[in-house]
């Protein structure tokens, strides 16, 4: 199984294609979609519409803090613009589409992988998985081998050994990292439809269950196109300037 692990799509159309187009290049066949599929962005609703066809296909997708926003009372930890995006997404999207995302579980589990967008020790609560120490608390909470999270729009593998020890790496674009066995891993694959890392590329991840191998990738897309439109439909220009910065 070659399984493409696309988070934090943000209303992206432009950018979800491109990272689509790119998994079927590399002979994806099976998509895990770790939330946040809304909000930012200017496409929402094509976003979703996408995403349910692949998980009527067969796809997994977990549901993310602007997805959860989206169809309830909007939190008071998000800042005043993600609050702005947020209303105006839920004026575009239509009862089913806003149904599709209520019903979206917090966390999926198949042959020992977990899919949660944000820590596994509490996915209700939001935690980023922003160093050794919370990815040390999202692994403790689960037995599974690997977990996949989203949440954090950058990159990072991290590996606990059997006494309890934590490494990170920070991937780059096109690199393949071989898993071992004897280790347990939660890996962030960074934001398809917003990056921050400097690096306006989409970013996206593929997990190869036969060679036990993850590769991260960095695909280039029209970030001019969807800037501009976030800017057209009258959303905050910071968000506009986030795809052009990659910040």
Request: aromatic share 8%; hydrophobic share 45%; with cysteine.
């Amino acid at each position: 199984m070659r399984l493409a692990l696309l988070t934090d799509l943000h209303a992206n159309r432009e950018a979800v294609s491109a990272c689509l187009l790119h998994a079927e290049q590399q002979q994806a066949d099976r998509y895990a979609f770790l939330g946040d599929l809304v909000g930012y962005g200017a496409d929402p609703a094509w976003v979703v519409d996408t995403v349910m066809h692949y998980v009527a296909r067969g796809a997994i997708a977990v549901q993310g803090n602007h997805d959860h926003a989206a169809v309830c009372a909007t939190r008071l930890q998000m800042h005043a613009e993600a609050r702005e995006a947020i209303e105006w997404t839920r004026t575009r999207l239509s009862a089913a589409q806003l149904a599709f995302l209520e019903q979206l579980p917090l966390t999926a589990e198949q042959d020992g992988l977990l899919f949660v967008h944000a820590s596994a020790q509490q996915p209700s609560a939001w935690e980023y998985v922003s160093g050794s120490a919370e990815a040390a608390r999202s692994m403790e909470a689960e037995h599974c081998r690997i977990i996949f999270c989203g949440h954090v729009h950058d990159p990072a593998l991290y590996r606990r050994t059997a006494d309890g020890r934590i490494g990170c790496h920070t991937p780059r674009g096109g690199s393949h990292v071989p898993l071992q066995l004897q280790h347990q891993y939660l890996a962030i694959p960074g934001s398809v439809g917003q990056p921050r890392d400097g690096i306006p590329s989409a970013c996206y991840a593929l997990f190869d269950d036969v060679s036990f191998e993850l590769s991260y990738f960095r695909v280039p897309y029209d970030n001019g196109a969807a800037a501009r439109k976030v800017i057209e439909v009258g959303l905050p220009i910071v968000f506009a300037m986030r795809l052009i910065e990659g910040l």
